[in-house]
């Protein structure tokens, strides 16, 4: 009798710890896998480095519930968005290298450790400047590189014994405009104009203007060329256009 008693009881024990342990089981999970989300490189981070080191997201997945929303919504979230940048801007071209000088054009000239003969010079209508100590150096027909081996060699004949010479150009000669111009006449030459933009400058076509080309009439040492071009076509200093009369 004792022994059933005994049986009984332990029976009943094993029951209530088994009622005891199911509402803890819900609270008593062992945590699953951990997922970590790390930021996606974009492409600064790939051409500069990242920054600085951002410490990963830890988030924990136990099935369900508020965690696993915010599990969901990182791996849902969309890569950054790679950040363009415009290409920098080119400086027009100029071409003072191969540039032949002529009357009109406006020279900067620097003699290293010498500032009284370094200043600005024009070429006068002679095609020529005129410098202290070597007087007038010819310079029409010349590029600024020959002018400034003319000058150093000038120099070095008795005054200088090793003069270091540099030729710019500080305001190009002007160009002329003429015929069926709201305003013809002469004005500064700015790099890389066209006769579009000359036309522009002297105030547009006249009403009665022929809009469609031009004669343009460019001199060099070795003479003069006249054609007639279109619209689109570059300028040199020193140019002369015509803008011609339509006859209807």
Request: hydrophobic share 45%; net charge neutral; with cysteine.
């Amino acid at each position: 009798m004792p022994v059933a008693r005994a049986f009984r009881w332990s029976i009943l024990a094993a029951s209530l710890a088994a009622s005891a342990a199911l509402p803890l089981g819900g609270c008593m999970q062992t945590a699953g896998p951990v997922a970590y989300v790390q930021p996606r490189p974009d492409l600064d981070a790939m051409a500069y480095g990242q920054p600085y080191a951002a410490p990963p997201v830890v988030v924990a997945n136990n099935g369900g519930g508020a965690i696993a929303a915010l599990s969901n919504s990182f791996a849902a979230s969309p890569a950054p968005m790679p950040v363009g940048y415009p290409a920098p801007m080119v400086a027009p071209a100029r071409y003072d290298a191969s540039y032949h000088l002529d009357a009109g054009d406006k020279l900067r000239v620097v003699v290293y450790g010498q500032e009284g003969l370094t200043n600005s010079y024009a070429i006068d209508a002679g095609g020529s400047i005129t410098m202290p100590l070597i007087g007038a150096v010819p310079a029409r027909g010349r590029t600024t590189a020959g002018l400034a081996g003319e000058i150093a060699g000038r120099l070095r004949n008795g005054y200088i014994r090793e003069p270091s010479v540099a030729v710019e150009i500080d305001t190009y000669r002007p160009f002329f405009i003429l015929g069926e111009v709201s305003a013809p006449g002469q004005y500064p030459y700015v790099p890389n104009m066209t006769v579009e933009s000359a036309v522009a400058i002297a105030g547009g076509f006249s009403p009665r203007a022929k809009r469609d080309v031009v004669t343009v009439t460019h001199t060099e040492a070795g003479g003069s060329m006249r054609a007639v071009v279109p619209l689109g076509t570059p300028l040199a200093p020193g140019d002369t256009v015509f803008v011609g009369e339509r006859w209807f």
